[in-house]
């Protein structure tokens, strides 16, 4: 098994794997490192005839609470192709995730921003604690959540992400359910009893039809191909270049409201 600096992944005897994101003074956030530890781990996983069933979970208090900060900070002083080149990164860990050929159950520990809400949208289903909290806060910043919309838009449908991502509103693990972004909602202290319960039943399941059903209902929705992640990332890079961008990004780091931003 391979080393890896910013998640791990164990195996039981029934096949269970277990992956968790292990970044958790920084909330689990998505750095370049962690892009690439994710895709090489989803290789590593789909390969392996042992692993019948993934739970992806994070450490500490968090599940993931989106991109790294200093990732972003490099994205600013980076060129479009630049640009471009990374978030293409991060598209194909998910889509990697997405496709995975076996059963990916998300243990939601704590709260999911951005690219963390992503990631729960790649998986097959989702179990989270009551007071987690969600968000796609993108516009905040004069940016939009493009690299991970195939993914959220397949899991919570168009109606639901076009109120949360235009709105960047914060929202709860009841919203969150009701959504279909989480299949199920417990408090902490039963959070491992759900999630072994939500996926036993996919031990009965004979693994190479489990992967034929993935791949049949994934024929069955909207595509998310080549052509699909490119014009993504084309819109992505059109936003990072807009005066709102610079705006709302340098509001952030200034910890400052941004000139939109109505206070009354």
Same mark, same amino acid.
């Given at each position: 098994?391979?080393?890896?600096?910013?998640?791990?992944?164990?195996?039981?005897?029934?096949?269970?794997?277990?992956?968790?994101?292990?970044?958790?003074?920084?909330?689990?956030?998505?750095?370049?490192?962690?892009?690439?530890?994710?895709?090489?781990?989803?290789?590593?996983?789909?390969?392996?005839?042992?692993?019948?069933?993934?739970?992806?979970?994070?450490?500490?208090?968090?599940?993931?609470?989106?991109?790294?900060?200093?990732?972003?900070?490099?994205?600013?002083?980076?060129?479009?192709?630049? !640009?471009?080149?990374?978030? !293409?990164?991060?598209?194909?860990?998910?889509?990697?995730? !997405?496709?995975?050929?076996?059963?990916?159950?998300?243990?939601?520990?704590?709260?999911?921003?951005?690219?963390?809400?992503?990631?729960?949208?790649?998986?097959?289903?989702?179990?989270?604690?009551?007071?987690?909290?969600?968000?796609?806060?993108?516009?905040?910043?004069?940016?939009?959540?493009?690299?991970?919309?195939?993914?959220?838009?397949?899991?919570?449908?168009?109606?639901?992400?076009?109120?949360?991502?235009?709105?960047?509103?914060?929202?709860?693990?009841?919203?969150?359910?009701?959504?279909?972004?989480?299949?199920?909602?417990?408090?902490?202290?039963?959070?491992?009893?759900?999630?072994?319960?939500?996926?036993?039943?996919?031990?009965?399941?004979?693994?190479?039809?489990?992967?034929?059903?993935?791949?049949?209902?994934?024929?069955?929705?909207?595509?998310?191909?080549?052509?699909?992640?490119?014009?993504?990332?084309?819109?992505?890079?059109?936003?990072?270049?807009?005066?709102?961008?610079?705006?709302?990004?340098?509001?952030?780091?200034?910890?400052?409201?941004?000139?939109?931003?109505?206070?009354?």
């Amino acid at each position: 098994m391979m080393h890896f600096e910013t998640i791990s992944l164990s195996v039981d005897r029934r096949g269970v794997a277990s992956l968790t994101l292990r970044r958790h003074a920084q909330h689990n956030a998505l750095s370049a490192l962690m892009i690439r530890e994710l895709a090489a781990v989803a290789g590593l996983i789909a390969e392996d005839a042992d692993i019948r069933v993934v739970v992806l979970t994070g450490e500490g208090e968090s599940f993931c609470a989106g991109g790294d900060l200093n990732w972003m900070k490099e994205q600013m002083a980076a060129s479009r192709e630049q !640009r471009m080149a990374e978030a !293409r990164k991060l598209a194909l860990m998910l889509k990697a995730l !997405r496709d995975l050929p076996k059963p990916l159950v998300a243990r939601v520990n704590g709260q999911a921003y951005g690219g963390g809400v992503g990631l729960i949208s790649v998986c097959d289903a989702a179990v989270g604690v009551t007071d987690a909290r969600f968000g796609l806060t993108e516009t905040r910043l004069g940016l939009i959540p493009a690299t991970i919309s195939p993914y959220v838009i397949a899991r919570i449908g168009a109606s639901a992400a076009l109120r949360l991502f235009t709105s960047a509103r914060f929202f709860d693990a009841a919203e969150a359910q009701r959504i279909g972004l989480l299949n199920g909602v417990v408090p902490l202290a039963t959070l491992d009893d759900a999630t072994e319960a939500e996926l036993r039943p996919y031990l009965a399941a004979a693994p190479a039809a489990v992967a034929a059903a993935k791949a049949l209902v994934h024929g069955l929705s909207a595509p998310i191909d080549d052509a699909t992640i490119e014009m993504t990332l084309t819109r992505l890079a059109d936003t990072w270049e807009t005066p709102e961008a610079e705006e709302g990004i340098a509001a952030f780091l200034e910890k400052r409201k941004a000139r939109w931003h109505e206070t009354g």
